[in-house]
């Protein structure tokens, strides 16, 4: 009796499951067969023609600037501060009064060294007529000579010093923070300012050695900056290729000279170097963002009129196409094989297609595509 009701159990659940598979069966076949009766509704994107450009061929580089002309000026002998005429931070003249050091006892030796210099002059005066008349020897002379000669050298001497405690501007630039005070006691070559030539300025950049042949005297660059107002740009020309390649980076230090006018650049400031070559390359540009980047391959959706039966007359569906890169430049990006001139391509939004689907073109909304975008704030 046991086994027979054991069995009956049994076969009552089998039954059970087999109903509930059939069930859910019945449940997964309607919904594969409901998914490939429906149609994926058509996205709307905006396209864009691939069309050939002339590109300028550039290199680039970061440069540093530095000042054409630009020393720290220090003082060359030792002595006391009594004045200091300039101003920190203006503009001065070559030959400008920097700092007056102490020379009231130079000033006492020079008047003694001039008196002995016009006394020297009247001795060897009076000794070329009396050796005119042979009153005295040739000797005597010859001592009045040396004299006066000895004395000219003493007061230039003193006048030397003078000067040296006389610091001026070695050259027109702009001054610095003033790191002295009067009434101190400076030794020498202790820095007093800092005097700096800002227009026109060097940019010192490296190249590899590859490009060195590209590098010639007085093809133009152009600057740009974190510094500058935003989108300026400062051009200027090569000036200097160094002659030879460092041996540990394989680099050449390439000098231009740009005109700096306002001062904005200054030295030491690290800035963006574009040489402007003078050969022009064309190629077959599309926006950056018309392209799904992916690790196997890059690829593009071409814009395709649909077969009469994935839609109805005038429907356009995507077309999945891999394509290799070059250059970036801007908003657009070359392709170098893969795309055809005039095809026409999704521009935006990519992402959120697949091979064959259906699409609406509307370019109402579409974003304006810059070879030299100015993005701004806010």
């Known amino acids: 009796m046991k086994i027979k009701a054991f069995l009956i159990s049994a076969a009552g659940i089998a039954v059970v499951v087999g109903l509930l598979a059939g069930a859910k069966a019945l449940q997964i ?32 580089a970061v440069g540093s600037l530095e000042a054409v002309q630009g020393v ?3 003082a060359e002998l030792t002595g006391k501060v009594v004045s ?30 001039e008196a002995a210099v016009a006394l020297a002059k ?32 003493q007061a230039d001497n003193i006048r030397a010093t003078i000067a040296k405690k006389t610091i001026r501007a070695p050259f027109s630039g702009r001054l610095g923070i003033r790191m002295v005070n009067v009434g101190q006691i400076i030794k020498e070559g202790e820095a007093i300012v800092s005097l700096q030539a800002l227009n026109p300025i060097f940019v010192n950049f490296l190249v590899p050695q590859q490009q060195l042949p590209q590098m ?45 006018q306002g001062e904005l650049l200054r030295p030491g400031m690290f800035v963006n170097v574009t040489v402007v070559l003078p050969a022009t390359s064309p190629v077959l540009a599309i926006p950056a963002t018309a392209v799904l980047y992916a690790p196997y391959s890059d690829s593009v959706f071409i814009v395709e009129e649909a077969k009469s039966e994935e839609g109805g007359a005038g429907s356009k ?11 970036k430049r801007g908003d657009f990006v070359a392709v170098t094989s893969g795309l055809t001139p005039e095809q026409t391509l999704v521009s ?23 070879l030299a975008p100015q993005p701004k704030d806010g």
Do not use: C
């Not at 429906?38 to 061929?57: D, G, L």
């Not at 000794?127 to 000895?150: C, F, G, H, I, P």
């Open 84 to 113: 200091i005429p300039f101003e920190p931070g203006t503009q001065v003249k070559a030959g400008d009064l920097l700092v007056q050091q102490d020379i009231a006892a130079e000033n006492a030796q020079l008047r003694s060294a």
């Open 122 to 153: 009247i001795n060897l005066e009076r000794s070329k007529k009396m050796l005119a008349t042979k009153v005295v020897a040739e000797s005597n002379y010859d001592n009045a000579d040396a004299q006066l000669k000895q004395a000219l050298a």
């Open 348 to 370: 935006t939004g990519v992402f959120k297609l697949r091979n064959g689907q259906g699409v609406v073109v509307d370019n109402a909304l579409a974003p304006e595509f810059k």
């Open 216 to 260: 010639q005297l007085g093809y133009p660059v152009r600057i740009t900056s974190d510094g500058l107002p935003e989108g300026q740009v400062v051009t200027g020309a090569i000036t200097a290729v160094n002659p030879d390649v460092d041996a540990a980076s394989r680099n050449v230090r390439v000098q231009a000279t740009v005109a700096n």
């Open 72 to 74: 720290t000026v220090t």
């Open 29 to 60: 076949g309607s919904l594969i067969k409901h998914g490939k009766a429906a149609k994926i509704p058509p996205e709307v994107v905006s396209t864009i023609q691939a069309q050939p450009q002339t590109w300028e061929s550039l290199v680039t």
């Open 317 to 327: 569906v995507v077309r999945q196409q891999f394509v290799r890169l070059g250059e």
